[in-house]
């Protein structure tokens, strides 16, 4: 169904032949038309990393090589074809930050970033439209209207996988002039989860409510709507502190089965609060104490020893601290959490797309810092480089 992998392979075995013509047909690809519809093709490997498999103009309309609706992108300068695949009712395609749409086929995980949100918007419509989908809709919502409907059918929304969510993650995204308040008639709109207080009394109680929210998606999104609200997250982060203070180890054990389950809620909006500068050494020290484990581990302990070294100085604050926040970020994957099983190699994809993402920003604004792009070429230029600098490299 997808060609993304064969044809990306050989474009990029064409371009590192030299075969590519430089400015061929430039002027007319940077058209605000073909600004609207560029697009880079991303694929995710075995790695769990994302694949740049080229850049191209994204057509969605109607196939006659699979007889529907379809998604086509095109390499930008040759024409070849990247990607061609088939727009179905079951596949769970996801909008996230206003310019990417995330989806799976049987042979590849998918994802396409737009140079323009209006571009993205409009093939985000279309395929709302073949799925009977509203794209005005927040995500949550879509997947409530379209159990209200089946209920009306007189069918089962506890029957399995038919019922599907819209996107998720991000800002809901609304691209006519209808607010999200003018909610269609028999959609409902879902409500965070009314939470046990944060006591250590009710631990108990708060492992098995979020317990009980884990298999289900609808539940996950209520459950992480709740830990949003009235900063639920950081409550949990003062209540380990207090059962680290006092050592309790039966305490201790409850809040790594809390927070090994907020990490596995697979929410944005979660991460951005456990990783805040405030709650993130709780977080990662209440994941310490696996009940599993004879002794807790040292993750802080080894967070705060790692040393960064600026081989080339990095003038700009904020790109530093994404560089942190991304190593946070690929440790707290890598390291932290449990490997997930075969089942749930998916379980993750919301914090993997955060750290593909921060590392292509750093690249980004590493790129438009002059001074820092001078003195990095000044310093590979150096044939008096010290041998010491020169390990750095």
């Not at 994404?322 to 959490?337: A, E, F, M, N, S």
Request: with cysteine; proline share 5%.
């Amino acid at each position: 169904m997808s060609e993304a992998t064969e044809s990306a392979s050989e474009s990029t075995a064409e371009s590192e032949k030299g075969t590519t013509e430089p400015s061929v047909g430039r002027t007319d690809i940077l058209t605000d038309e073909n600004a609207f519809r560029r697009v880079k093709l991303y694929t995710l490997n075995r790695e769990k990393k994302w694949d740049d498999r080229g850049t191209g103009l994204i057509a969605c309309e109607h196939f006659d090589s699979f007889g529907g609706i379809g998604i086509e992108v095109r390499d930008e300068f040759k024409g070849n074809l990247l990607l061609q695949s088939k727009i179905f009712q079951e596949t769970d395609y996801q909008l996230q930050q206003g310019t990417l749409i995330v989806w799976a086929e049987s042979d590849a995980d998918l994802a396409l970033s737009f140079q323009q949100k209006n571009g993205c918007l409009d093939v985000w419509t279309k395929i709302c439209n073949v799925q009977g989908k509203d794209p005005t809709l927040p995500p949550t919502a879509l997947e409530d209207v379209e159990m209200s409907q089946a209920a009306a059918e007189g069918g089962d929304p506890a029957a399995g996988d038919q019922f599907t969510a819209g996107a998720t993650g991000g800002e809901p995204v609304n691209p006519s002039p209808i607010e999200f308040e003018e909610i269609p008639e028999g959609a409902v709109p879902l409500e965070p989860l009314d939470l046990p207080p944060c006591e250590r009394g009710k631990l108990d109680e708060i492992v098995e409510t979020f317990s009980l929210c884990m298999p289900a998606l609808v539940q996950r999104e209520r459950l992480a709507l709740g830990v949003e609200k009235d900063d639920y997250a950081r409550k949990l982060a003062d209540l380990f502190r207090m059962c680290e203070d006092l050592e309790d180890e039966p305490g201790l054990h409850r809040m790594y089965e809390i927070f090994k389950m907020l990490f596995l809620l697979n929410s944005a909006a979660v991460y951005e609060i456990l990783f805040s500068d405030d709650v993130v050494d709780y977080a990662v020290g209440a994941l310490e104490y696996d009940p599993g484990k004879k002794e807790p581990a040292r993750h802080r302990e080894y967070l705060k020893k790692a040393t960064f070294r600026e081989v080339v100085s990095i003038s700009k604050p904020e790109v530093l601290g994404k560089i942190h926040q991304t190593y946070r970020y690929q440790y707290v994957h890598d390291v932290v959490l449990p490997t997930p099983t075969v089942f749930e190699e998916n379980v993750l994809s919301a914090l993997t797309g955060l750290i593909f993402f921060n590392k292509t920003e750093i690249v980004s604004q590493l790129q438009e810092d002059d001074g820092f792009m001078t003195s990095l070429f000044d310093q590979l230029g150096d044939r008096m480089i010290s041998t010491e600098k020169a390990r750095d490299w």
